[in-house]
């Protein structure tokens, strides 16, 4: 007997997400799923960022790696709530295991919580985690053909931050074309140039930030 | 290794169905993934394979078609299959074949990750 389903196969994992995005709405907390490739600057640019608004914003990160707490140390001395999660092996996070992280958050009163998923450009473009929006981050060293090889990712955003300019006379990093293929795959993306070492670039990451809790708010 | 993942949704999705439709044997899965979902056939049909291992739906078989991307020029609307490549690589960027415009297509079809029937008894 053939039975048609016509189901969607991810479909738990978007009922889960949907959950965590009403929560999220109702608590009026901002909440950015940091996508990159592994050494491409995220944990760098969370702790830059961390320190920088501090003052202004309550923020919580969820780091995402397949071991090891490393990162999530490193975060946690900027101060902020950090829930650590391994995933074993898995190449992504999910929004169950978002769901039980921010069951360990407090949530009261935040403003922002950072999703620092896995490092890979292609597995957690594909699981929705509740989030806001995802921010792709494509350093410098990586090579400007990644947006071409990778396009789901790029094609989702809501923000690129280009990492790593200070190297940009160093390499052959054409940035233009970056520009012109992500813009082809996605109109309505935005671009910020940046280094998270220099901080060249960083006051534009950061307003983008405040705009985006400002909306939240309002 | 995405795969792993999507094989479990896929199992969860099979078994609801499987007690719906009250069957008790399964033979097939039929499975439709986009190309832009970077899904390997053989891995997905390795952990499909794995996770029915000594359970009563050993020896399913899946059936996975990959549907290719078809894209509609942001331009002048004509819609149009990219060249097939190995990878996804340039499929974006590739000029539509009736204006020329060679960015901003709008993907219509190759995204899609369903599965689409089941067959048992």
Known sequence: MKIPVIRRILESNEEKAQELQDFFEA??????????????????LLEKTLNALRDEFNMAVIEGDIQTTADAERIA???VQTVQINTEGACHLDSYMIYRAVEKLSTEHLDIIFIENVGNLVCPAEFKVGEDGKVALLSVPEGDDKPEKYPLLFSEAKLL??????????????LEKVEKVVRGLNPSLEIVKLSARTGEGFEEWLSWLRKRVEEKRS | MHEMSIAQSLLDIIRDEMEKNQLKVLFKVKVKTGKLNAIVPDALTFCFDLL?????????????????????????GYEFYPPIEENVVSIFSIPCPSCGADFGHRVLEGKELLIEYIEGE
């Open chain 1, 77 to 79: 001395r900027c101060g």
């Open chain 1, 27 to 44: 608590n009026g907390i901002v909440v950015l799923n940091l996508i990159s490739s592994p050494g491409a600057g995220k944990t760098t």
């Open chain 2, 52 to 76: 029915l291992r000594d359970t009563p739906w050993e020896g399913a078989i899946l059936e996975i078609e990959t549907v290719p991307v078809r894209l509609k020029c942001v331009e002048c």
């Open chain 1, 161 to 174: 931050l280009i990492n790593k300019i200070d190297l940009l006379p160093y390499l052959e990093f054409d």
